[in-house]
């Protein structure tokens, strides 16, 4: 395998596609570096590239959200984020997101389980959020909740900011790429949804190092429990028993939650 293949200039043709133009530049050189050992040519790294960051990022969208369009429409909504019509306003935009179209038949009853027993919930930080912030509303959280988020792109995060300061929310959404930094914000809860699958498609080992790192007394994780394509494959149990060892072995407490279309889990530690 060649190990002259140029990572910059990886990088530089990736960044130049309209199609990855707005994903965190740091994941895309953390890729491009992996990408670069397997492949003989630039060509084909930059292909393998692309590959990946289509797998972890775009797949989960049918089509690019028209963010200008989402904007224009949020700047004429009522800023109460609990009145109907902008409660419609984000269950259409979750829609958009295989991941939270995925949630909606089980929104209210996924935060109502999860949050009961831990309230007042004051502080969120939800990690490679997706549109999940979207979901706030059902979430029974105190009206001044912090809420931080962060995902790879950065024309997602840059509307979820508006969205946080048109309902006057004190919320911060930026890009990361957890394979490489974990927020180090002190929080009560911490997010982690449906996305260990999706990081150890880039790197196997990441679970670990991501899980230690997280700095939140009150840690939720979540499995999906079917394919993007809708098959089960038996991902509950396959999830379930690597997760489990995983916890086991870092000698952590946790409650498992089965949703019709999540297994859950909710582990307590010292922030
Ligand atoms: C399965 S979706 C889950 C989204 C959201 N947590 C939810 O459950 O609705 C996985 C998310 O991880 C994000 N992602 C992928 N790789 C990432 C990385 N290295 N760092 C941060 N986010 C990442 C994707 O953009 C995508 O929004």
Redesign the pocket.
Known sequence: MSTTIDRDEVVRQVLEKKKYRCLDRD?VTFIAGKEIKKRTSLKEAIKGTTNKLHQ??WA?FAQQPDYTAHLQELAMLPTDLHTEVNRQFCLRLMQE?A??RE?LPIVGEFYATLLADIQPVTSIL???????PLALSWMPVEPDIQYSA????NDMTTFLQSFFAHFHIKGEAST????STIPQKQVQVA?L???LP??EQ?DKESARRILTGIRARTLIV?F?VRSIGGKEKGMRQHYASQFESLLAELGWHYRKFLFASELAYRIERDP
């Open positions: 994941l972890v990022g989960y997101h991941s939270t949630r939800d990690l490679a959020c997706g549109f999940n962060c995902d790879i792109f990361c790429n957890l394979l997010l949804l449906k996305t999706c990081l880039a979540s999906p």
